[in-house]
Nanobody
């Protein structure tokens, strides 16, 4: 069973950058589509970014497009989320997720939580104005 552990969150000011990491352990995750989601207090968890198993297809929520970049390192079994030009509205708990059942490749929506079956515990990102 793959376990996902996020790190890299923290408190920053608007305009700053952060890089989140998601380390997978227990099994190689190189064949999985990987995503990042976030959840703010009182709001539903929302899609942030996706990277496919090969690393050549990426997708982003409109709210982060042009500011965030998702990448993966197969050798290190790690997925990254580089967040630039952070805004107070980016404040949330950020979750890493994996699709180990190939649901996305079979047509499930990549921006839906239901397409992912493995989740990390989350890392808090707070952006002050």
């Amino acid at each position: 069973q793959v376990q996902l552990v996020e790190s890299g969150g923290g408190l920053v000011q608007a305009g700053d950058s952060l890089r989140l990491s998601c380390a997978a352990s227990g099994r190689t995750f190189t064949s999985y589509e990987m995503g990042w989601f976030r959840q703010s207090p009182g709001k539903e968890r929302e899609f942030v970014a996706l990277i496919n198993w090969y690393g050549n297809v990426r997708a982003y929520a409109d709210s982060v497009k042009g500011r965030f970049d998702i990448s993966r390192d197969g050798e290190k079994n790690t997925v990254f989320l580089q967040m630039n030009s952070l805004k107070p509205e980016d404040t949330a708990v950020y979750y890493c997720a994996a699709d180990s059942s190939s649901q996305i490749r079979r047509g499930s929506e990549y921006n839906s939580q239901r397409s992912y079956d493995l989740w990390g515990q989350g890392t808090q990102v707070t952006v002050s104005s």
